[in-house]
T-cell receptor, first 113, second 114 residues
């Protein structure tokens, strides 16, 4: 158990509204990641962070922003949600000096109507 | 850049039969390779990983995978399927100098028939 929680676990929202998802870790790992999971696509990286205030874009970053003001929290924001952002969102951490394996949170199911 | 291909988005086996889930990768540098399992409504759990050394790696729940550099493959096997193995399985790769950036395959859903 890597001590990762995500909130909320489920959310239904309407097109055009802002949405923020939170990832919280208890073990002060440096690297944190946000993925979305869609059928047939596996997991695709949205954004990642390599430290407080240090973030970078992943493969599918359009329409998303992130912030990391504390080591333990990594926030994903959809500024104006669209139906194409209906997905399951996973947060992950990796351990510095490890082989690259990542440990995942339980996920947030987001539905944009 | 690296990529991962999992052949077969759905695989069905009978309980007690061999499980074989296929993964091929491309990577410009020697890779680290991973298999993850996802049970319904849960996050991903690491099954096993290959970094260096022995090319046959053993994981949890009786699964194992063999790294074959010449075939750029990392297939996952289990000699005898259990009903509890029904889940989605993901193969992932990272270059061994990439600072933990994983690329995932599209996933294979394993169904186990009684």
């Amino acid at each position: 158990d890597a001590g990762i929680t995500q909130s909320p676990r489920h959310k239904v929202t309407e097109t055009g509204t802002p949405v923020t998802l939170r990832c919280h870790q208890t073990e002060n790992h440096r690297y944190m990641y946000w993925y979305r999971q869609d059928p047939g696509h596996g997991l695709r990286l949205i954004h990642y962070s390599y430290g407080v205030k240090d973030t970078d874009k992943g493969e599918v970053s359009d329409g998303y922003s992130v912030s990391r003001s504390k080591t333990e929290d990594f926030l994903l924001t959809l500024e104006s949600a669209t139906s194409s952002q209906t997905s399951v969102y996973f947060c992950a951490i990796s351990i510095s000096g490890g082989a690259g394996e990542q440990f995942f949170g339980p996920g947030t199911r987001l539905t944009v109507l | 850049a690296q990529s991962v291909t999992q052949l077969g988005s759905h695989v069905s086996v009978s309980e007690g039969a061999l499980v074989l889930l296929r993964c091929n990768y491309s990577s410009s540098v020697p890779p680290y390779l991973f298999w993850y399992v996802q049970y319904p409504n849960q996050g991903l759990q690491l099954l096993l990983k290959y970094t260096t050394g022995a090319t046959l790696v053993k994981g949890i729940n009786g699964f194992e995978a063999e790294f074959k550099k010449s075939e750029t493959s990392f297939h996952l096997t289990k000699p005898s399927a259990h009903m509890s193995d029904a889940a989605e399985y993901f193969c992932a790769v990272t270059p061994n100098n990439a600072g933990n950036m994983l690329t995932f395959g599209g996933g294979t859903r394993l169904m186990v028939k009684p």
